[in-house]
């Protein structure tokens, strides 16, 4: 079992920074892929910033520039910097983990998600 422990969520004004963490706890082999996605009231869900093995990231259009996705393989935790926060980033921020852990005598491949994290920006 893969535990995603999420944190750095809060209140702050336009034009702030706030850094969110998630470790992940477990049995786990490797990390195959880490991403951060947001959901705010109303809306769906959506990619913020996506980040493989390998450290290719990627961000969605919104957020360029201003978001930076990172991982410490020896945490088995990822970050993501948000600088020059705007309103419209007021949502509830999840990440999400795709790993091989061991189960059993054996590894799976699985997706985990985080319980999110809510990040409030005021104009």
């Known amino acids: 079992q893969v535990q995603l422990v999420e944190s750095g969520g809060g209140l702050v004004q336009a034009g702030g920074s706030l850094r969110l963490s998630c470790a992940a706890l477990?049995?786990?082999?490797?990390?195959?892929?880490m991403g951060w996605h947001r959901q705010a009231p109303g809306k769906q869900r959506e990619l913020v910033a996506g980040?493989?093995?390998?450290?290719?990231?990627n961000y969605a259009d919104s957020v360029k520039g201003r978001f930076t996705i990172s991982r410490d393989n020896a945490k088995n935790t990822m970050y993501l910097q948000m600088n020059s926060l705007k309103p419209k980033d007021t949502a509830v921020y999840y990440c999400?983990?795709?790993?091989?852990?061991?189960?059993?005598?054996?590894?799976?491949?699985?997706?985990?998600w985080g319980q999110g994290t809510q990040v409030t920006v005021s104009s």
């Open positions: 999400v983990l795709d790993t091989t852990t061991v189960q059993g005598t054996g590894v799976i491949r699985r997706t985990d």
């Open positions: 980040i493989t093995s390998s450290g290719s990231t």
């Open positions: 477990g049995r786990i082999v490797s990390i195959n892929a």
